[in-house]
């Protein structure tokens, strides 16, 4: 095999798994010498309100029940207050709680901590209370979707301004790729991320990649791009993609830590302002290229980006499909009455101090997953695990249960803020074989 083509597959590998890491960058946690396995009663960890769920809690080692584990365990509505908690000895190394019931909808969880040899195991379990049933706790303003109309209005007014540096080094014999950046909602003010575009004449469809929290270089999807298809990769902080990782750690602890709470208390200078226009921006700059089929374009994102791909969808009539993974920013006031509210957990009980005013609340409002949601008209894909501690399920079932479009779930119910391989494989299909026309 000749040295170049070894050093060309091995780069096309490095590259896509760093990008399945940086885009879907939470990874399954990894292996515990001791387990803790908490389960609830129900196969589906699903039940009715007013219907009681016993959790099994077993601590095992060498995958035996360890006996004489000492054991604490908490119970309650997710994020909420807890209304249990016990610590004792598992004689037999297995437990059997009754957590009691729901009268609401919601989740219940259990969380169990095993002291081994002066080390802690942690394991949960979340049961779901009619999911399907949950309502939102947000508030959609009267003027959500004048506000939206103006703003893509303005925007539409500002030059693209598109500039393209190819990156040799990271090409492939199949596809060419780029470092992009384009003008976003305010003249001057810069969106940046990767291009990757088949070499091959034709006309192909697309896929935007919305990134998850945080600040982060790209290396772009050529996996995809290798199978035929357009992909285009975004930071959204009006920096470049392509720098050395030290100096986005750098804005995360300095510049940019906490971004998600800049300006909340206006509406119009709120940071996801530039964020949501910046991902319209990036279709305008998709469906110019003269590559691009002209009419399948879809949009996917875990977690800030699960939020971002339905936002996308929602203000952009160009998206034909959207997937997310576990979306953020799903009701987020969800905790001012009393329950679960999204990621960045504005108003939980960390931050209400600081953010429970009249202005703040209002400006979440307009940039609440569940108002987006109730504007789709596309198909789309959604997967989420119970056991999510950053995005709970409650917040992510308020979002999904006001879609009136097609829309497909895929329940992981033991996942946290991670996926399993089957998972992003249903998803990625299901995306990729809608743009395909299949």
């Avoid at 601590?59 to 509505?77: D, H, S, T, W």
């Avoid at 001057?188 to 091959?200: H, Q, S």
């Avoid at 576990?326 to 990621?343: E, I, Q, V």
Wanted: glycine share 8%; aromatic share 14%.
């Amino acid at each position: 095999m000749p040295l170049q083509f070894i050093k060309i597959t091995n780069r096309f590998i490095s590259f896509a798994f760093l990008f399945f890491i940086i885009v879907f960058s939470y990874a399954q946690p990894s292996e515990q010498f001791v387990k803790v396995v908490v389960a609830p009663d129900h196969n589906d960890w699903t039940y009715k309100t007013g219907e009681n769920v016993k959790f099994t809690i077993s601590i095992l080692q060498n995958g035996n029940l360890l006996k004489n584990a000492v054991v604490k365990y908490e119970m309650g509505p997710e994020k909420m207050e807890l209304q249990k908690k016990d610590s004792l000895s598992l004689r037999e190394g297995t437990l059997v709680v009754d957590a009691g019931t729901m009268k609401e909808p919601g989740f219940l969880r259990c969380i169990a901590i095993a002291i081994v040899n002066g080390k802690s195991y942690r394991g949960l379990a979340t049961a779901a209370f009619n999911p399907l049933m949950i309502e939102p706790a947000i508030v959609k303003p009267d003027d959500f979707t004048a506000f939206w109309d103006n703003a893509k209005a303005e925007l539409s007014k500002i030059p693209m301004d598109a500039r393209m540096t190819l990156i040799p080094e990271r090409c492939t014999e199949n596809v060419n790729v780029y470092h992009v950046n384009l003008q976003n909602y305010r003249f001057n003010t810069r969106l940046y991320g990767i291009l990757c575009v088949p070499k091959k004449e034709g006309k192909y469809p697309a896929v935007l990649q919305v990134p998850g929290a945080g600040v982060r270089p790209y290396m772009g999807d050529i996996a995809n791009a290798e199978k035929g298809f357009i992909t285009f990769q975004i930071g959204i902080h009006g920096i470049p993609v392509n720098m050395d990782v030290s100096v986005y750690n750098n804005l995360m602890a300095g510049a940019l830590s906490g971004y998600w709470n800049y300006n909340l208390d206006d509406r119009d200078r709120f940071y996801y302002k530039r964020v949501y226009l910046g991902c319209v921006r990036a279709n305008d700059f998709i469906v110019s290229l003269p590559q691009y089929d002209g009419k399948n374009l879809g949009v996917v994102g875990g977690s800030q980006g699960g939020a971002l791909s339905i936002i996308t969808a929602a203000l952009d009539q160009r998206v034909k499909y959207w997937a997310a993974y576990y979306p953020a920013l799903s009701d987020l006031t969800g905790y001012l009455k009393g329950r679960a509210g999204g990621w960045p957990h504005l108003f939980d009980k960390n931050n209400l101090a600081f953010n429970n005013t009249k202005e703040k609340i209002n400006t979440a409002g307009y940039y609440d997953v569940v108002n987006f949601a109730k504007q789709l008209k596309v198909p789309g894909f959604y997967t989420m695990g119970f056991n999510d501690e950053t995005c709970p399920p409650t917040s992510m079932y308020a979002a999904y249960n006001v879609i009136t479009a097609p829309k497909e779930l895929y329940i992981a119910q033991e996942t946290g803020h991670w996926t399993y391989p089957e998972q992003s494989e249903k998803l990625t299909n299901w995306l990729m074989n809608k743009l395909k026309g299949q």
